[in-house]
């Protein structure tokens, strides 16, 4: 009896700890070259650091399904390219290089090998299909065979819609195809940047432009309210995009600011529209600027359909001036163009 109960605590304890380690990851990390005191391990929204001694350096963590992830050394880094991190024990080896690049200093992060990793041997694998196919005469044939298989494979791997959305941009498949392939995905396991991506594409938004009336939109304030662009109508408003992340903005806020309160109480009224991710930092920045105008945010940054429409696709300050009526008359109009459009 006691031999039984023995055996069957000790298949409890091998079922336990086989699950935990599917359930996690673990990175077994070897690092050459110019060799710092700590590397960090950024995926999702996590960044996680790791003491690098005698060359090596550990990472431990959860994840749901295969994730995209990249090493950083500080102060400022570039990787050759992104890896996979997945629930299981992995072995890695990088090498890191000093270099200077337009007078900064860049730590250049080569990824040598990696073992024991599912994921780097489908992308390992695919990467090889393309080097032998990409000039065949079928390759169009060739590559949407390849990735139909590769989805139904692996429809949660965050590969399966990186590699798809990057085949998308390319414009090699047509768009049909792609919204094929698109649709064997499961689409709440792929990065929301993926998917934002592939979307853009295959279900275009119209852009407004400048002589059109505007597209009006509605998002909560700094105070949880939610504020409509067509409660401004009567008066000049400049919407303008910008994020407390982003220098130029931070240094336009102070010319606003003076415009601002030149013409408030005439024929201005200024909505600015945050694409911060953090609440906290977007209204830390409201506060230090002083700022004083109407200003909401939209925390689907670059991936919003509001910043689709408007034109607002990888870079910001971006404004736009709507006249009393919502009809848009200028887009990016400097502060100095501004303040003698309000003075005429």
Request: aromatic share 10%.
């Amino acid at each position: 009896m006691k031999n039984l109960i023995l055996i069957l605590l000790t298949l409890l304890c091998l079922v336990g700890c086989k699950k935990d380690v599917n359930q996690s990851f673990v990175i077994n990390g070897k690092i050459n070259g110019d060799i710092p005191k700590y590397i960090y391990l950024k995926y999702g929204n996590i960044k996680d650091s790791s003491l690098i001694e005698n060359n090596e350096f550990k990472f431990y963590g959860v994840i749901k399904n295969p994730t995209k992830a990249d090493f950083v050394i500080h102060p400022i880094s570039s990787i050759n390219k992104s890896f996979y991190i997945e629930n299981s024990s992995f072995d890695i080896e990088i090498t890191s290089e000093k270099k200077k690049y337009k007078d900064i200093e860049l730590n250049f992060i080569n990824i040598d090998t990696i073992f024991n990793n599912n994921t780097s041997k489908i992308q390992y694998d695919f990467e090889n299909f393309i080097k032998e196919f990409k000039n065949s005469s079928d390759w169009e044939s060739k590559l949407s065979n390849k990735l139909n298989e590769l989805i139904l494979k692996n429809p949660e791997n965050q590969y399966s819609g990186d590699i798809l959305s990057e085949i998308t941009e390319q414009s090699i498949l047509p768009i049909n195809e792609i919204e094929s392939l698109f649709k064997k995905l499961d689409l709440e396991k792929q990065s929301k940047n993926s998917i934002w991506r592939i979307k853009k594409i295959l279900y275009p938004i119209e852009k407004i432009n400048v002589g059109q009336n505007i597209s009006d939109f509605e998002l909560p304030n700094n105070k949880g309210f939610l504020i409509n662009t067509n409660s401004f109508r009567g008066k000049y408003l400049l919407i303008d995009f910008w994020a407390s992340w982003c220098i130029p903005c931070r240094k336009q806020n102070i010319e606003l600011l003076k415009v601002y309160k030149n013409h408030k109480n005439k024929d201005l009224e200024i909505l600015g529209v945050s694409i911060d991710n953090n609440k906290a930092n977007w209204l830390k920045a409201i506060d230090k600027d002083s700022i004083i105008w109407q200003n909401v945010i939209e925390i689907n940054g670059f991936e919003s359909d509001i910043l689709q429409k408007y034109n607002v696709i990888s870079a910001i300050p971006h404004n736009y001036l709507i006249d009393p009526n919502g009809k848009i008359i200028k887009e990016n109009i400097s502060i100095n163009e501004l303040e003698k459009l309000l003075n005429e």
